[in-house]
Every structure is written in structure tokens, then in C-alpha cells.
């Protein structure tokens, strides 16, 4: 029903910004709250950033809080994230995730994922 594509990874070095994209299809994504969850190897998966059912409440974990800014598209089509400042510890997979809650930054809650887009900081 819900399928989402991840882009935007790459290598970059300490210091380094990029943004992430996540494009969403399948279900008007304005009905969709959006998350995005990263893991590295060897660590279990954790929340980064979500952003709530119409956009109106976001929110960001404190190990990425005032660096990584999240947000939507007009159209609910595409979900960003906005990643400045990078240290050698934000290197992960990065996941986008949709749920049907209002608004959650637990991974349990979102049915969808998408497959993932490598972040690499240098030092």
C-alpha cells in the first residue's frame, strides 16, 4: 500500500552536510506520519528524526538535535532530511519509515520501511 524509496547517501567528511530524501507512494502521504531511523553495525537501530500526520509536530534525538532538520514536501509526496555539521559517529544505514499513528519516534510503530541509504562520515 505504502512504498518508499530512499536517496541521498554518501561519503562525506566531519563537518560535511547532506540531505536525505525519501519518496513516498502508494497512499497520500499527508495521511502518513514520517520517521527516519538509522543503524550502524554491531548497534541496534534508533530513532533520528520524525515528523508528524500533516507535518504541524516534529521531533529529533538529542544525539542529532540542532544539526539534522527533518520535513515534508508540499505535495506529502517526498520526506527530508537535512543533515549539517556530520561527525564520524552519525555513520549508518539510514532508513525513511511511514506510520499510520499521528505521531510516534519508536521504530515499533512503523509498518513501512524503506530499504536504506548509506551515510559515511570521514575523519
Known amino acids: 500500500q505504502v512504498q518508499l524509496v530512499e536517496s541521498g547517501g554518501g561519503l562525506v567528511q566531519a563537518g560535511g552536510s547532506l540531505r536525505l530524501s525519501c519518496a513516498a507512494s502508494g497512499r497520500t502521504s499527508s495521511r502518513l506520519s514520517m520517521g527516519w531511523f538509522r543503524q550502524a553495525p554491531g548497534k541496534e537501530r534508533e530513532f533520528v528524526a520524525a515528523i508528524s500526520r500533516g507535518g504541524f509536530r516534529s521531533g529529533y534525538a538529542d544525539s542529532v538535535k540542532g544539526r539534522f532538520t527533518i520535513s515534508r514536501d508540499n505535495a506529502y509526496t517526498t520526506e527530508y532530511l537535512q543533515m549539517n555539521n556530520l561527525k564520524p559517529e552519525d555513520t549508518a544505514l539510514y532508513y525513511c519509515?511511514?506510520?499510520?499513528?499521528?505521531?510516534?519516534?519508536?521504530?515499533?510503530?512503523?509498518?513501512?520501511w524503506g530499504h536504506g541509504t548509506q551515510v559515511t562520515v570521514s575523519s
Open positions: 519509515a511511514a506510520s499510520d499513528v499521528l505521531y510516534s519516534e519508536n521504530g515499533a510503530r512503523y509498518e513501512y
